[in-house]
């Protein structure tokens, strides 16, 4: 049975887009056919993350000119992954209906369909939240982006999503361990919602966007695995930020900054 | 420096006083009065008055007024 889930956050720049490109990747790399669908509309970037922005061909504005169909717009990335984009032009022409009519389609050919949702909870947040079922919320362990994430939550059970996971981003486990930086099982608890994975800090995807998500001696790659299993229930690990730094030779790794 | 800890009451603080819809200078007000009403009985101690609003899975609040204080004034009973 194929799901749908929005990807969202309630502040900006927490890494949505960038979780949203990995976990689909992960999804794939797992065997699950995943379309990542472009709901953050007019600011458009699922494409440039995937390295895909010079193969789209149509897009949302298209296919609900009725120009193109919805499996025409896709951009194949890999064997089981897909993007179907919007880019600029389709901000005036896609209305929340056009978008959940698109989203219905998608359902009958992938596992899971993957919507990108734009930050704040403005008209493009709510074309986005039309379409879903489900939810993962993104946030980064500040003060700032677990409050505008908890508001969002709780505007996503006003569309009916109940089923909201939480995923934190850009952890830095050297700060959870020094208790400079709140852990993720502290931001959970106050938001009161399931965690679904918690992602490090990583220098690669700050300058590519991408993790390489099959090499589990990457932690990065790992962290988004362990999220692809978690939200395919296959597997309720999270990934472990901080016992590498304790002990003598995490106090040593700290104090190298490694 | 601010610690993990510090980070978390202000988390909380923040997220309670955006469910309560309350301003958040509500408890500073709310601070203020009470601290008024027990100045008239107490000798409060500087700074340990304590006003806490926690809101349950039923949607309760829950007032909790904690403080200390190092002597308890003489008040004429009637």
Known sequence: MSRVIVITSGKGGVGKTTV?????LSLAAKGKKVVAVEGD?????????????????YDAGEVAMGKATVMQALVPINDRLSLFPATTGALNIV???????????????FDYVLIDSPAGIEDNFHRAAMGAEEGLLVTTPHIPAVRDGYKT??????????KVGLVINRVRGEYVADKMMLSPDEVA???????????????????????????????????YSLLASYVDGSDKKLYDCVSQYGGFIGKFRRWLNI | MKTSSDELVRLQKVILGDSLKIPNGVLEVLKSDIKGVLNSYFELKEESLKPEIE????????????????????????
């Not at chain 1, 219905?104 to 050919?109: T, Y």
């Open chain 1, 189 to 223: 608890k106050v938001m009161q919602i399931p965690l679904y994975g918690i992602l490090p800090e990583d220098d690669f995807v700050n300058l590519y966007g991408i993790a390489d998500v099959k090499n589990k001696r990457s932690g990065i790659g790992y962290s």
């Open chain 1, 95 to 109: 209305t929340a209906d056009i978008f959940v009519d698109i989203i219905k389609e998608l359902k009958k050919s």
């Open chain 1, 153 to 162: 939550v709780k505007v996503l059970a006003s569309y009916g999503i109940t």
């Open chain 1, 41 to 57: 509309i007019g600011l458009n970037n699922l494409d440039v993350v995937l390295g895909v922005e010079d193969k789209v061909v």
């Open chain 1, 20 to 24: 949203s490109a990995n976990l689909a």
């Open chain 2, 55 to 78: 809101i349950d899975e039923e949607g309760l609040y829950h007032i909790k007024i904690s403080a200390i204080c190092t002597a308890v004034k003489k008040v004429k009973a009637l």
